[in-house]
């Protein structure tokens, strides 16, 4: 069958329509819409917005680094001498036994507890005292062991009391805490052969 120009004519006409409609249908579809762009653009405004005021603020940032440093040292300066645990727990009792001399206070007996590790390489050292003194003697011991120039806790305060001749008489058992710094541990070597 013979197909006559002006079918040609009409049939090369529609398959362009044909071409050109399919073209926009898919373009339109593939090409980002304006509400998803314009979204986009004011997200990463607020982005920019937010990024810039952090790097306004570096100056205060570096302030707060350098007085956190400085605080940092002078706390480390208020830890018991030395980083081993049975040195700082003798050192611990000498600083208890002067304590306790100044105040005119007797110590019955000194016990070295278990030393805990806690965060960021500090070592807690505990002793626990019993003394044999009055209720002011007690108060003045426990504000001395306070304002030590050490830092100094207690953790634990016991006081027993018993009767002696028409008086009474206290015999406390104290838990005072000091701090050490630890050696930070090292992190542990691979085997050569990386088994």
Do not use: H, W
Request: glycine residues 6%; aromatic residues 6%; charged residues 30%.
């Amino acid at each position: 069958m013979k197909v006559s120009v002006r079918e040609k004519r009409f049939l090369i006409v529609g398959g362009c329509v044909v071409v050109v409609s399919a073209l926009l249908y898919f373009g339109l579809n593939l090409a980002p819409s304006g509400d998803g762009l314009s979204k986009t653009v004011e997200y990463k405004k607020t982005l920019l917005a937010r990024q810039r005021e952090i790097i306004a603020k570096e100056d205060l940032f570096k302030s707060r680094i350098d007085q956190y440093r400085r605080r940092l040292a002078q706390d480390k300066t208020r830890l018991l001498p030395g980083d081993n645990p049975s040195i700082a727990s003798a050192e611990l009792q000498k600083v208890l036994k002067d304590i306790a001399d100044k105040n005119g206070i007797e110590i019955l007996r000194k016990d070295t507890q278990v030393q805990k590790k806690l965060q960021d390489d500090l070592i807690k050292i505990s002793v626990r005292v019993e003394i044999n003194c009055v209720p002011d003697q007690l108060i003045q011991f426990l504000a001395a062991v306070e304002n030590y120039e050490q830092s100094l806790t207690v953790d634990l305060l016991a006081i027993n009391s018993f009767r002696i001749q028409k008086r009474y008489e206290i015999r406390p058992s104290i838990t005072i805490s000091g701090y050490i710094a630890g050696a930070p541990e090292k992190p542990a070597e691979k085997p050569v052969g990386g088994q």
